[in-house]
């Protein structure tokens, strides 16, 4: 496997993980493309124009993006279901046109300069935030989590803060989203608004329905699988849209839950059951 190929599945590893972290509170996000831009764009003027060190510009541009997705929440998460997803398209649309009207990143002609990541970068990311995941799957927080995303009336009825938890989830999957692109941005040294259109977007959110949304490891065979299968046969790198509606309808057929459907156990059920 190429040093390219491994820092790009890491990089949709990190993506797919950022729709999950959301989707854990029961919202879905196609902005997170728009994210990425916003952490790409960020961390490289932090680096190239204002001479920052490299792990402090993704630092500011995760913190950064993570508030901008806050404040863009609190509006958003006020509609439901097929709204909210228009919401969100319209986000990454709109995060796409100002960049490229807005001359000095480069606008349309793109931004260069960027550099310093590795793989080292991509996966010890990857492995924190599967730490994390997997501390935040086994405890109580995942099942009020759970509880909102199951019914959000009755997590409220039960003194759940429904607002605050999925304001926090989708600040912390933008932040997220924004450091995956201040990676992708300082490896491939150029970017331009195109590498961020609404179908990155799109490919994430497919990662995560592939893959499975019950616990953080679908992500992850859904994000590997969709970026390796093309590249090793290279003949069917061109038909990767077609590649992608095939297997989401047959799965949705064949396993409608993902290709790993399970949920893990929280600390909590853990002592319950042994009691």
């Known amino acids: 496997m190429s040093q390219d190929l491994l820092f790009l599945t890491g990089v949709n590893i990190l993506m797919a993980w950022s729709v999950y972290i959301i989707l854990l509170s029961g919202s879905l996000s196609f902005a997170n493309g728009g994210f990425m831009a916003l952490g790409a764009y960020a961390a490289g003027v932090l680096t ?57 990143v480069g606008g349309v002609r793109g931004m260069t300069g960027m550099m310093g990541t590795t793989n080292w970068h991509v996966w010890g990311l990857i492995a924190i935030v599967g730490v994390g995941l997997f501390w935040l799957s086994r405890s109580h927080l ?76 679908g992500p992850v065979i859904g994000a590997s699988v969709m970026t390796l299968l093309p590249e090793l046969v290279r003949g069917l790198q061109s038909y990767r849209p077609l590649i992608f509606g095939v297997v989401i309808i047959v799965l949705l057929l064949v396993r409608p839950n993902g290709l790993l459907s399970f949920r893990l156990r929280t600390l909590g059920a853990h002592k319950e059951g042994g009691a």
């Open 48 to 104: 190239v124009k204002w001479g920052m060190n490299f792990y402090a510009a993704l630092a500011l541009a995760g913190i950064g993006t993570g508030l901008v997705g806050a404040l863009l929440a609190y509006p958003a998460l006020r509609t439901r279901g097929v709204y909210l997803i228009l919401v969100t398209v319209g986000l990454s649309f709109i995060i796409q046109t100002l960049i490229q009207n807005t001359d000095y």
């Open 142 to 217: 995942q099942r009020q989590l759970d509880a909102v995303r199951e019914d959000e009336r009755v997590a409220a009825s039960l003194g759940i803060d429904v607002v605050y938890l999925k304001v926090v989830c989708f600040a912390v999957g933008a932040g997220l989203a924004a450091i995956a692109g201040g990676l992708y941005s300082h490896y491939m040294v150029f970017i331009n608004p195109d590498h961020f259109n609404i179908f990155v977007s799109i490919y994430v959110v497919l990662y995560v329905v592939l893959g499975g949304v019950n616990n953080f490891i």
